[in-house]
């Protein structure tokens, strides 16, 4: 273990995931709770206005939250996954790597998705400093959008400016958005370093993420039921009565949804 503070510090040795997992967990939630709070907010009065809150991911991994948002029992009925499969792992890690470097094709896909003046979009990247999430924010913000990023400040802190994954621009993500939620995830991504080994295992990102983005949910309900709102919410189709109690949802939605 290294002499930098915490996250700086990852990866260690002699300290399990479970553990790990509880210290960043912990910390997320005592640096961040406020801009929860406020992503909450953000979010439901678009909701409340009968908007939707559109979800960005740029590659890799990142589509993992907006998944995990997304047509999920217990989550929001109003959200709206701006998917694109051809950046996705789903075709293949290496290309979708290569695809998220690709200058103009995320501003490209914010164009078709139909970001507007006061959407509320959320744009999920780990690294945040990839043409692809740099293009997202830029058009989005050129757009009049509202928007709330989620990644890590220990990338852009830490990469060198120069450095050929960097947007031409040298903007971080964090610098652009109206609000960014952080997940402190370390270079590299993973926490544990094993003795004999020499590659860093278990990537931290998925495990913080997912609780960022049951926070934000946690926040927004809470909001709009202050504001006398009952917001929309799934139930999982594999209850009994679930099928029925998300059809009104489903007509709905069918035609505003794009991924639904």
């Given at each position: 273990m ?12 002699g ?5 790990i997992?509880?210290?960043f ?16 907010k953000i979010?439901g ?12 991911a740029?590659?890799?991994?990142t589509y993992v ?14 959200v709206?996954p ?8 789903i ?16 501003r490209?896909l914010?164009?078709?998705f139909?970001v ?5 979009v959320?744009i999920f ?5 990839n ?10 913000k050129?757009?009049g959008?509202i928007?709330i990023?989620v990644?890590s400040s220990?990338w852009q802190e830490?990469?060198p ?17 109206d609000?960014?939620?952080d ?10 370093k094993i003795?004999g080994?020499?590659r860093?295992?278990c990537?931290?990102?998925t495990?913080t993420?997912?609780?960022i983005v049951r926070r934000m ?5 809470k909001y709009?039921?202050?504001?006398g709102v ?10 009994v ?7 009104k949802?489903?007509?709905?939605y069918?035609?505003?949804?794009k991924?639904?």
């Amino acid at each position: 273990m290294n002499n930098n503070k915490w996250p700086r510090n990852y990866p260690v040795s002699g300290k399990s995931i479970l553990e790990i997992a509880k210290e960043f967990l912990d910390k997320i939630e005592e640096l961040q709770v406020e801009n929860f709070v406020k992503a909450g907010k953000i979010m439901g009065d678009k909701m409340i206005e009968g908007g939707l809150v559109k979800l960005v991911a740029t590659g890799g991994h990142t589509y993992v939250p907006v998944l995990d948002m997304s047509h999920r029992a217990g989550a929001f009925v109003t959200v709206n996954p701006t998917l694109d499969v051809s950046s996705s792992p789903i075709n293949g890690g290496t290309r979708s790597i290569r695809v998220e470097r690709v200058h103009g094709y995320f501003r490209a896909l914010m164009s078709y998705f139909r970001v507007k003046k006061d959407d509320v979009v959320i744009i999920f990247n780990n690294i945040g400093i990839n043409a692809g999430t740099i293009d997202a924010a830029l058009e989005c913000k050129e757009r009049g959008a509202i928007v709330i990023g989620v990644g890590s400040s220990i990338w852009q802190e830490d990469i060198p400016m120069d450095h050929y994954t960097r947007h031409k621009s040298k903007k971080n993500l964090m610098d652009i958005v109206d609000l960014f939620i952080d997940d402190y995830n370390p270079i590299g991504d993973t926490v544990i370093k094993i003795e004999g080994f020499d590659r860093t295992i278990c990537p931290i990102s998925t495990i913080t993420d997912a609780y960022i983005v049951r926070r934000m949910e946690e926040e927004t309900v809470k909001y709009m039921l202050s504001k006398g709102v009952e917001p929309k919410i799934w139930v999982s189709a594999n209850c009994v009565g679930g099928d029925e109690a998300n059809e009104k949802y489903e007509e709905e939605y069918w035609y505003k949804v794009k991924m639904l």
